[in-house]
């Protein structure tokens, strides 16, 4: 499967933010091993992965706030790697939304502008606009204290945004906000990004927001990026155990090679795409579960439905199957298909497990 097709070469002409084998240690610990990335111009790519995995210190050393031991960073086809913050011409804006909270606003977002060579009248049409970009026309003379948080973080993009940098770097920016307001700002952020056609690196440990809002996701564990695609190939192509188990829900079967394209799951013969010359796990995804195969599909397996949750769009299944006590499946499904399988483990079903759906682990 394609999954490096769509990440830039370096030298590619339209990549912006070139990230180039960092490595990052705090005293005897590795905090960026070997990182690399590229990113397009005007794309929106999110480090998505666990606490403690490197994300901040990442953007944070592109930012210039912390220094790499070695490898490069080139933006616009310059190497920024050893340039102080202020010159690597960037908008940034943490979890916290850090307003200057005795002054307005208006003076907030204006505070990047003055260090560009504008007027008042052209600093404060601009700050206007800003506003207005973020929904907050008319609250230029209010105080951050007076502003919910999801109207702080908002002030606080304005002002990330107000002076035109060519980069804009995001450190879990909506965390703090409840649900409601979370997936509304996702949406605007996702919005101005596109409408400024802006370079975006975006930290966060949400896959869904992840999921929702870049163009590609760089999965990082333990100071390395395991996986970069797009949020489909993430999902469906997984490229290491753990990025298919840290995204989405899996199911694993272990296996013995039998043949090329055949593999023994305790005495069970699956066929797959590809088997690799070793021992390893089947990998499959709930929804990829077919409940309703034909009588010639492949893989079927003869199964007994012994638990179910409903969750309203659909529900979600686990299946024990008759030829392997101990292992059980999990099967997501829509209420149409449900409807149309046995109710409880009183009585069997053949399932299938599509070998287009099971993917190889050695
Ligand atoms: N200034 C520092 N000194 C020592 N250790 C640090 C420092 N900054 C980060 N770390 C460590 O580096 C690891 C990665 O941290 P961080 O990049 O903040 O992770 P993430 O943002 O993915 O949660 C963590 O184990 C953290 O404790
Ligand atoms: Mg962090």
Redesign the pocket.
């Known amino acids: 499967m394609p999954v490096s097709a769509s990440i830039p070469a370096d030298d590619s002409p339209d990549v912006f933010l070139s990230v180039r084998d960092i490595n990052k240690r705090?005293?005897a610990?590795t905090?960026l091993d070997q990182v690399s990335l590229q990113v397009k111009q005007g794309e929106m790519v999110c480090l998505l992965?666990?606490?403690?995995?490197?994300?901040?210190?990442?953007l944070r050393t592109i930012a210039g706030l912390e220094r790499q031991d070695s490898g490069s960073i080139h933006a616009g086809g310059r190497d920024i790697s050893r340039l102080p913050p202020q010159a690597r011409d960037y908008g940034i804006l943490f979890q916290s939304y850090a307003l200057f909270p005795n002054l307005s606003v208006a003076q907030n977002v204006a505070y990047g502008l003055n260090t560009k060579r504008l007027n008042r009248v052209q600093i404060q049409q601009r700050v206007t606009a800003m506003l207005d970009m973020v929904g907050l026309a008319g609250s230029e003379h209010k105080f951050p204290g007076q502003l919910s948080g999801g109207q702080q973080q908002r002030v606080a993009l304005a002002r990330a945004l107000a002076p035109s940098p060519s980069l804009l770097l995001l450190d879990e920016p909506l965390s703090a906000l409840d649900a409601q307001v979370r997936e509304h700002l996702q949406f605007e952020i996702r919005r101005l990004q596109r409408s400024f056609n802006i370079t975006t690196l975006m930290?966060t440990?949400d896959q869904e927001e992840a999921m929702a809002m870049s163009d590609r996701i760089a999965v990082?564990q333990a100071?390395r990026i395991e996986q970069c695609g797009t949020p489909d190939q993430i999902y469906r192509h997984p490229a290491t155990p753990f990025v298919a188990d840290f995204i989405g829900q899996s199911n694993w079967l272990p296996f013995q090679r039998m043949a090329n394209n055949s593999v023994d799951i305790g005495g069970l013969s699956l066929q797959v795409e590809y088997a690799p010359n070793a021992s390893g796990r089947l990998f499959c995804r709930p929804e990829a579960i077919n409940l309703l195969p034909a009588a010639d599909a492949d893989n079927r397996v003869e199964a007994r439905i012994t638990d179910q949750i409903y969750l309203g769009n659909r529900y979600r299944i686990t299946l024990a199957l008759e030829q392997l006590p101990g292992l059980s499946l999990m099967a997501d499904t829509v209420c149409e298909v449900r409807d149309q399988l046995p109710q409880m483990a009183s009585q069997t079903l053949w399932i299938a497990l599509p070998r287009h759906a099971l993917q190889v682990f050695a």
């Open positions: 705090f005293g610990f905090a992965g666990p606490s403690g995995c490197g994300k901040t210190t990442l930290v440990h990082m100071g």
